[in-house]
């Protein structure tokens, strides 16, 4: 090898696999590409600067539309999240598009959140969402439209990587084109069941729950819920946040499922009388996943069906323990904004490049592709909560700070970032993974390493022996900085 690092074997490689690339983007059509301005079309900006000024009442409205098809069997959709080719045998639990529907009464229009119970959802596939929304007339003033997925790894591909093969579509159109339309639907069904009331939030901690099967270990164990409570005394509706890959049923699994998130909304569901549920995950990348995955992944006689009911469970009693909550003033400010970012990942543009997937993209110069996305900010109440609303799987450390040294990192760097931590002045702050887009693991830039001769087809190992999967489903190594930048320009804008 170190005869063949001194010809710079490796390189010339590189250097060809570059070059074939940059005359496939030349002999793309030019329909495969967009623009910022046409691609952000139907993306609501929301508050062009913040507001101080509260209102008298919460209102909200909770809506879900259940988005599993009638029989499986009838036709193949691939089980996303693992392996390719896997077709579901059968249901475990369904999945469910979730929309909440919030408003402070200042007459600055109202947001949705949305939840999709999937792996990952392209914007492409969120704007086509947001337009049938918008274009049906049965909203008022609505000023922001955010998409989720809550990452389960066992239900129907909504992305393409996980068809027949790795080079095919794993998509079912029919399947695609009913959750744009039953998402709307929610969405629309959230904004008409709306209704007054209050609206408070509360903190819990985790307590091994979770592990980081990547270093430097470094993870949010806190689980946040929002909850609204109306005043006529109907049923609560609660949004949950928490940090950890939705995979307990683990790689072999033939079922479409929910996974965890399902069991722990069915246990709050019971325990209160019939509550409302959404959940939406945070920063999971690098990675974030149950304390036992070990066991779900390597061991035969786990029962990985008894532990996904469990974790949900174990979440549910977190979120119904809360002792801590606290009352939101009727104010909320969120503000959205276009990012293009450099792609880098041969692997992913090729996937991009032949249908596999649909993400929206840019030509740029010198044959360069970028992936269009989009990062958001919200605060609710007076700078009593900050979401970050990320597109991609987040490195907790690029919102905690907790950065390998130049020391420890295999490439011998510091890290240098303004981290989200350091950009919200609000009392708690949490991230909101996969919104409005799904563009992959987003890592510290000075913890990226690629294998030295196949970057992103091949996993590599650094000198100290840790795998770098993540790597292979990142966009590049400039990502991190680009998203980090983006979201302290939009809120510095908005202040």
């Given at each position: ?7 710079r074997i ?5 250097g ?7 005359l496939?983007?030349?002999?793309v ?15 609501l ?25 009638e ?21 475990l ?5 979730k929309?909440?529907y919030?408003?402070?009464?200042t ?18 596939d ?15 003033n ?8 809550t ?20 998509k ?27 609206l ?6 985790a ?22 409570s109306?005043?006529?005394g ?23 499922s929910?996974d ?7 246990e ?28 779900v992944l ?30 939101l ?14 792609c ?19 030509k ?46 295999p490439?011998g ?9 350091e950009?919200?002045?609000c ?15 987003i ?17 590599p ?7 770098h ?19 302290d ?7």
């Amino acid at each position: 090898m170190a005869v063949l690092r001194f010809l710079r074997i490796p390189n010339l490689v590189r250097g060809l696999i570059s070059l074939l690339l940059s005359l496939i983007i030349i002999c793309v059509p030019a329909s495969v590409f967009t623009t910022v301005e046409e691609s952000s079309k139907y993306m609501l900006g929301g508050d062009e600067t913040f507001s101080s000024v509260a209102g008298e009442c919460w209102t909200a409205g909770f809506a879900k539309v259940k988005l599993t098809p009638e029989d499986v069997s009838a036709d193949t959709y691939y089980i996303a999240g693992y392996n390719t080719n896997n077709p579901a045998l059968d249901v475990l639990d369904d999945m469910y598009a979730k929309a909440v529907y919030l408003d402070d009464n200042t007459g600055r229009g109202g947001v949705i959140i949305c939840a999709i119970d999937c792996v990952g959802i392209s914007r492409a596939d969120i704007n086509d969402i947001r337009q049938k929304v918008i274009e049906s007339g049965k909203l008022g003033n609505v000023k922001s439209i955010n998409v989720c997925a809550t990452h389960t790894h066992s239900a129907i591909d909504t992305q393409g990587l996980w068809g027949s093969a790795f080079y095919s579509d794993g998509k079912n159109d029919a399947f695609m084109l009913g959750l744009k339309e039953k998402t709307a639907q929610a969405i629309i069904d959230a904004y008409e069941a709306r209704e007054n009331g209050k609206l408070y939030f509360g903190t819990a901690e985790a307590q091994g729950l979770q592990a980081d099967t990547r270093t430097p270990i470094d993870y949010d164990a806190t689980v946040t819920s929002i909850r609204f409570s109306p005043d006529d005394g109907c049923d609560d509706t609660y949004i949950v946040n928490f940090a950890c890959h939705a995979e307990m049923l683990g790689a072999k699994t033939t079922v479409v499922s929910a996974d965890f998130p399902a069991y722990m909304a069915k246990e709050i569901d019971e325990k209160t009388g019939g509550a409302n549920v959404m959940f939406i995950n945070g920063a999971i990348g690098g990675l974030i996943s149950g304390a036992k995955l070990d066991d779900v992944l390597k061991n035969p006689e786990f029962d990985c069906l008894a532990y996904t009911k469990q974790f949900g469970k174990d979440v549910a009693d977190l979120v119904l323990s809360t002792d801590n909550e606290k009352e939101l003033v009727p104010l909320i400010n969120i503000k959205s904004q276009a990012v293009s970012v450099a792609c880098d990942n041969t692997a992913l543009l090729l996937a991009r490049i032949i249908g596999v997937l649909n993400n929206d993209v840019e030509k740029t110069a010198f044959n360069k592709v970028a992936i269009i996305s989009e990062v958001s900010y919200m605060e609710l109440g007076n700078n009593q909560i900050g979401v970050y609303m990320i597109p991609g799987e987040l490195s907790p450390e690029l919102e905690s700070g907790n950065f390998f040294t130049a020391e420890e990192s295999p490439l011998g760097k510091e890290a240098d970032y303004k981290v989200l931590s350091e950009m919200s002045e609000c009392e708690h702050a949490f991230v909101l993974g996969l919104c409005n887009d799904e563009i992959g693991y987003i890592i510290p830039e000075n913890d990226f390493v690629l294998h030295e001769w196949l970057p992103y087809f091949n996993i590599p190992y650094d000198e100290s022996g840790r795998k770098h999967y993540e790597e292979t489903n990142s966009v590049g190594p400039q990502t991190a900085g680009i998203l980090l930048d983006a979201m302290d320009k939009l809120i510095s804008s908005a202040k």
